[in-house]
């Protein structure tokens, strides 16, 4: 059933950031027919995250509303790389690469939209074939000039940092994609605004009616800084094991629960508003709140109960020291060794549990780290390997190895 009804507009308007131009989306719905709404994911890396999910999640409003859902893999584009918010130039990717990362994308945003009904294409498929003329003509659809407006490519001219060619024309690729598409609607985090309008740039050049932007806003990531991403190793995968997720959403600092709840799970905005006044008053709990979120978003991804599953197994470990049934096993490195004992920061490093001495160190004297659940706050502390074999190393809450 298409939308006409302001109560039903404002749906897919919830959460926008942005929509380019106002009144925009109204005009396109009043068009009559179901509008092809576009979104495009670049295989960079093989898993998406909760950060992906925020604009997946918009997708799949429109497409419940009757529109046309439009998923874009880039198996062309990823090669290039965004250099949305980047300091520096991303390295190029292969097609081997890429195809490889691509390969479980469809059953990962499969969890949110209904990929059945999506039309799914590779911008590969009129990117890749491109003619050196057909090249040239998109190329001439903007300047070096309007390319520098955007503060990535600013910052990084200013500061005498290259931008290559190539990274230039991304946001045209991206663009084209609307043209081959004939997209009405383009979704993307507010990151990607640059891209989005460049898109409509596009489409006029190329004869097309201007598609509408809309942005969501971008999820920080479990440092509670920066945005959500692999490379920060502040991300939560929707193909994690539910323990994994549970753990992970526990950490995130206590003024990100209301903000998870709104862009990652099923929430009412006025029930989100009213979490909001309690946590804020103090009537509420962060911890509870924190659990329920986390609860919520491992059992859209694994089923209903599963969260409640990950929340007992998570207290076993965290408040009773009872250690995972999973731990994984490895022998005791010789690069662990120090004139035949094992010298404790080492160890860590050798067991994958901390990345220097330094940092081995750092987590000793914190009082992180644990051997059979019991803390070491000895920072130089060394063991004969026996006295290590069959016992649990752990760093932190989540971090676990037996020495065998």
């Given amino acids: 059933m298409m939308l006409h009804e302001a109560d039903d507009l404002e749906v897919l308007r919830s959460g926008a950031v942005d929509l380019v131009p106002e009144g925009g989306l109204e005009e396109k719905v009043a068009l009559g ?15 998406l995250t909760l950060g992906h999910t925020v604009v997946l999640r918009k997708l799949r409003q429109f497409q419940d509303a009757g529109h046309v859902a439009i998923l874009i893999v880039g198996d062309f584009t990823a090669r290039i790389g965004d250099p949305s918010g980047r300091s520096d130039m991303r390295p190029m990717l292969t097609e081997a690469e890429v ?27 009129w990117s890749a074939g491109m003619s050196m003329g057909e090249l040239l003509r998109l190329a001439s659809v903007a300047t ?51 891209n989005l309008l460049m898109g409509r740039e596009v489409q006029r050049a190329y004869g097309q009616p201007a598609q509408v932007v ?28 539910p323990d994994a997720q549970f753990g992970k959403l526990m950490s995130i600092p206590d003024e990100l629960i209301v903000k998870y709840l709104r862009l990652c799970a099923p929430i009412d905005p006025q029930e989100a508003d009213a979490l909001e006044g309690g946590l804020a008053e103090g009537s509420l709990q962060p ?25 007992a197994r998570f207290d076993r470990v965290h408040k009773e020291h009872v250690v995972p049934d999973d731990v994984p096993e490895m022998p005791i490195p010789d690069a662990a060794l120090r004139d035949g004992r094992v010298w404790l920061p080492r160890l860590l490093v050798a067991a994958g549990l901390a990345g220097s001495n330094g940092e081995a160190r750092r987590a000793v004297q914190g009082g992180g780290v644990r051997l059979d659940g019991e803390p070491i706050d000895d920072a130089d502390a060394e063991f004969e390997p026996e006295a290590l074999r069959g016992k649990v190393l752990a760093l932190g809450r989540r971090r676990f190895v037996r020495l065998a």
Avoid: C
Avoid at 173 to 185: I, L
Avoid at 287 to 311: C, F, P, T
């Fill in 33 to 47: 027919r179901p509008l092809r709404v576009k979104l495009g994911v670049d295989p960079s890396r093989p898993d």
């Fill in 144 to 194: 070096i000039a309007q390319m520098l407006e955007r503060d990535d490519f600013r910052g990084r001219y200013q500061a005498g940092h290259p931008i290559s060619v190539v990274e230039l024309l991304y946001p045209l690729f991206q663009g084209y994609d609307s043209v081959a598409v004939e997209a009405d609607v383009e979704l993307g985090g507010t990151d990607q605004t640059f």
């Fill in 287 to 311: 911890n509870e709140q924190k659990r329920r979120m986390a609860r919520s978003i491992v059992d859209l991804y694994h089923g209903r109960g599963a969260g409640a599953e990950a929340e």
């Fill in 214 to 241: 809309l942005t969501m806003p971008l999820l920080e990531g479990l440092d509670g800084v920066r945005k959500m991403s692999k490379s920060m190793d502040n991300w939560v995968g929707i193909s994690e094991p």
């Fill in 99 to 125: 195809a490889e990362n691509a390969e479980t994308y469809l059953a990962q945003a499969g969890t949110v939209i209904d990929v059945e009904r999506a039309e799914v294409r590779g911008n590969a498929e």
